[in-house]
């Protein structure tokens, strides 16, 4: 078969890696009923504060009696609290279902910027060689640091784009 035939739907081919993601993602969050993490009860803790709270800068209930403020930028506990809120689910349970979405997100994320940088041989390179790396590990584990993966080489990207069109949109884009 001709390369240019395999080639012609290249939104396809970028999934593979993704898909394996998933599927890889999905044995440990099946196999175990709570999330892979030990920092996840402290990110938990957080949003159901936020919950029960609303928006505070305070935990009041962590380093007794004191308690210490909050160092986490909030948009993960927000989307934890928001999710389990309307799913009606407990924040550890819908961190668990997060792993095998998060690590198709970030192997789609890498493979799709790597795709517009170079090619779609070294994307699919790229998107495999992922799971040999450290990586990878940290994609399946439903952390704020995940959403950083995810979000990063987008973001890295959109600066690429800035740069070569000369366009401020990408850049102010980028930043978001």
Do not use: C
Request: aromatic content about 20%; glycine content about 4%; charged content about 10%.
């Amino acid at each position: 078969m001709e390369y240019g035939k395999i080639t012609e739907n290249r939104f396809l081919l970028l999934m593979i890696p993704a898909i394996l993601a998933f599927i890889i993602a999905l044995i440990p969050t099946l196999k175990y009923p709570w999330p892979l993490s030990w920092d996840i009860h402290y990110h938990v803790h957080l949003a159901k504060l936020y919950l029960e709270q609303g928006i505070i800068f305070w935990d009041p209930l962590t380093y007794a009696p004191f308690g210490r403020p909050i160092f986490y930028p909030p948009l993960f506990h927000y989307i934890l609290a928001a999710s389990a809120a309307v799913f009606k689910v407990d924040p550890f349970q819908i961190s668990r279902y997060l792993q095998p979405i998060f690590a198709f997100f970030m192997v789609l994320s890498f493979t799709f910027v790597t795709s517009k940088l170079y090619n779609l041989r070294v994307a699919l390179l790229a998107g495999f060689f992922l799971f040999f790396s450290v990586l990878f590990h940290r994609a399946i584990l439903p952390l704020p640091e995940t959403m950083a993966l995810i979000l990063f080489p987008m973001a890295i990207y959109l600066y690429y784009l800035a740069l070569r069109g000369n366009r401020a949109k990408f850049a102010i884009l980028g930043v978001f």
